[in-house]
């Protein structure tokens, strides 16, 4: 199994910047993809950024510009970050890694979530 754990979550005011970081804990045999998605109560869960084995990014559009999906770890045991900046109050809402790939060379691809992290903008 792989956990991964979101930190770097908090409160700050519009126009800030915040870092969000999401180490995986052990290395996996190969990665389809790598991902921040984040939720408000009562709505679904919205992808916001995505990386791909390649490394082409991809972004929903309303933080397209402000925020930036990078790898700071291995090229198999990533750390996927998530840069914000110039943030908005409705980008408020508790932010989700996840990793889509194999852990094994037999195992089945699976994709791994962390419990998430929440960011409150406000002022």
């Known amino acids: 199994q792989v956990q991964l754990e979101e930190s770097g979550g908090g409160l700050v005011q519009p126009g800030d910047s915040l870092t969000l970081s999401c180490p995986a804990s052990?290395?996996?045999?190969?990665?389809?993809?790598m991902a921040w998605y984040r939720q408000v109560p009562s709505k679904q869960r919205e992808l916001v950024a995505l990386?791909?084995?390649?490394?082409?990014?991809?972004?929903t559009e309303s933080i397209r510009g402000r925020f930036t999906i990078t790898n700071s770890g291995e090229q198999f045991k990533p750390t996927v970050v998530l840069q914000m900046s110039s943030l908005k109050p409705e980008d408020t809402a508790v932010y989700y890694c996840?990793?889509?790939?194999?852990?094994?060379?037999?195992?089945?691809?699976?994709?791994?979530w962390g419990k998430g992290t929440l960011v409150a903008v406000s002022s």
């Open positions: 996840s990793i889509d790939g194999w852990i094994t060379e037999v195992s089945g691809r699976m994709t791994y």
């Open positions: 990386m791909d084995g390649f490394g082409s990014t991809n972004y």
């Open positions: 052990r290395e996996f045999f190969s990665i389809r993809s």
